[in-house]
């Protein structure tokens, strides 16, 4: 579990994204990274769920979950909706 909030985390992203090459977004990002401190020394070796102090999903670890026959037509489903996304947009 961490214990800062993954929808704060991402708004704040989005705001420092638009002033790219900027001597604020290096300082943006380093308090980004006092206020949401990233899991450092954390290893998985079995299953693993990672979730705010919410209970959202941050991260999982899913080792073997995917068979390789499974895992090419997700892939190739995901890019696909990823494509139509841009579209959209």
Do not use: C
């Amino acid at each position: 579990m961490v214990g800062w909030d993954i929808i704060h985390y991402a708004d704040n992203l989005l705001k420092m994204l638009s002033r790219p090459g900027t001597r604020a977004l290096d300082e943006k990002e380093e308090l980004l990274k006092k206020q949401y401190p990233p899991l450092e020394g954390v290893t998985a070796s079995k299953p693993s769920i990672i979730v705010n102090m919410h209970g959202v999903i941050v991260a999982w670890y899913l080792p073997g979950i995917l068979s390789n026959s499974r895992r090419v037509p997700l892939f190739s489903m995901s890019n696909h909706i990823e494509n139509l996304t841009h579209l959209r947009m």
